[in-house]
């Protein structure tokens, strides 16, 4: 604001996810109530949203899948991060898959950190830690498969080929929740979010996770329904009243109708995935 009051010059603001308090805070700060704003829901669609509602809250049992897809293919385990809301939870996630896993969590059984196919990122690691864990990620033969993270991961940090982000745990807000679904499928492969609903959002938010929990809707629409702004057309969610299931009636090898890759719940609707 100051350099607005100095300088007579058009002022241009951006963001990726926004939120309606958002957006009143940035029009309020930067008094931009004659601006002419452009926006849209910002949606990802290569990214399949499975929403898990009945667990065991137990690491060992619910993120059984992934303990074995890391233990068995090993390099050929899709990039994943597992977010927790704390730093405490992240490190009870850590330390139990790891004792798990054992010698299995070390590319080909051989223990050495820097055959380490499990790592964990927060606020207080190392430095030459984030550098490592930032760099190995990068490459695409990257040793290191599985990172369990804190939102401190998603600061600056931009690694394309991420292909899993799973949510354990409590979910501050769906703002929080929708920049760490983010995190995966940035090179726009098919691509997937879990969330594991065993505790959610308090406020407002708490709606749009009970939507998630009651599984009575798409989830995406769900989550989307938070971000439609003032600002936006009434018309601007038409479009997931317009989709077609796919109608055959004999099991798809692999689906890709507009249900079988929005959300579990969709493709629970879809005809191919009932045979």
Same mark, same amino acid.
């Given at each position: 604001?100051?350099?607005?009051?100095?300088?007579?010059?058009? +002022?241009?603001?951006?963001?990726?996810?926004?939120?309606?308090?958002?957006?009143? %805070?940035?029009?309020? &700060?930067?008094?931009?109530?004659?601006?002419?704003?452009? &926006?849209?829901?910002?949606?990802?669609?290569? #990214?399949?949203?499975?929403?898990? &509602?009945?667990?065991?809250?137990?690491?060992?049992?619910?993120?059984?899948?992934?303990?074995?897809?890391?233990?068995?293919? /090993?390099?050929?385990?899709?990039?994943?991060?597992?977010?927790?809301?704390?730093?405490?939870?992240?490190?009870?996630?850590?330390?139990?898959?790891?004792?798990?896993?054992?010698?299995?969590?070390?590319?080909?059984?051989?223990? %050495?950190?820097?055959?380490?196919?499990?790592?964990?990122?927060?606020?207080?690691?190392?430095?030459?830690?984030?550098?490592? #864990?930032?760099?190995?990620?990068?490459?695409?033969?990257?040793?290191?498969?599985?990172?369990?993270?804190?939102?401190?991961?998603?600061?600056?940090?931009?690694?394309?080929?991420?292909?899993?982000?799973?949510?354990?745990?409590?979910?501050?807000?769906?703002?929080?929740?929708? !920049?760490?679904?983010?995190? +995966?499928?940035? %090179?726009?492969? !098919?691509?997937?979010?879990?969330?594991?609903?065993?505790?959610?959002?308090?406020?407002?938010?708490?709606?749009?996770?009970?939507?998630?929990?009651?599984?009575?809707?798409?989830?995406?629409?769900?989550?989307?329904?938070?971000?439609?702004?003032?600002?936006?057309?009434?018309?601007?969610?038409?479009?997931?009243?317009?989709? !077609?299931?796919?109608?055959?009636?004999?099991?798809?090898?692999?689906?890709?109708?507009?249900?079988?890759?929005?959300?579990?719940?969709?493709?629970?609707?879809? /005809?191919?995935?009932?045979?």
């Amino acid at each position: 604001m100051k350099l607005r009051s100095i300088f007579d010059c058009p +002022c241009l603001a951006l963001s990726a996810t926004v939120s309606q308090d958002v957006y009143n %805070d940035i029009v309020r &700060a930067l008094q931009l109530q004659d601006a002419t704003v452009k &926006a849209g829901l910002p949606d990802r669609p290569n #990214i399949f949203l499975d929403v898990v &509602a009945k667990q065991s809250h137990s690491v060992e049992s619910d993120l059984m899948w992934l303990l074995n897809m890391l233990s068995t293919r /090993q390099h050929a385990c899709p990039k994943t991060l597992v977010f927790g809301h704390s730093i405490n939870v992240v490190a009870d996630i850590y330390s139990r898959m790891m004792t798990y896993l054992g010698n299995r969590a070390f590319y080909e059984g051989v223990v %050495d950190p820097k055959k380490c196919m499990l790592s964990m990122y927060h606020a207080h690691i190392s430095e030459p830690l984030r550098k490592h #864990i930032l760099s190995e990620l990068c490459k695409p033969d990257s040793v290191i498969r599985v990172v369990v993270c804190t939102i401190a991961f998603g600061m600056g940090v931009q690694i394309a080929d991420l292909k899993q982000v799973v949510h354990w745990g409590k979910v501050a807000s769906v703002l929080t929740f929708w !920049q760490e679904v983010g995190r +995966c499928g940035r %090179d726009g492969s !098919q691509s997937t979010a879990v969330l594991y609903v065993k505790s959610t959002a308090t406020g407002k938010d708490k709606d749009v996770f009970d939507k998630l929990k009651s599984n009575m809707e798409c989830h995406r629409l769900a989550v989307l329904q938070a971000f439609k702004l003032s600002v936006m057309s009434d018309d601007v969610l038409d479009v997931f009243k317009n989709r !077609q299931p796919c109608s055959q009636l004999t099991k798809c090898d692999i689906c890709v109708c507009a249900f079988c890759t929005c959300c579990s719940h969709c493709k629970g609707l879809c /005809q191919c995935s009932k045979v």
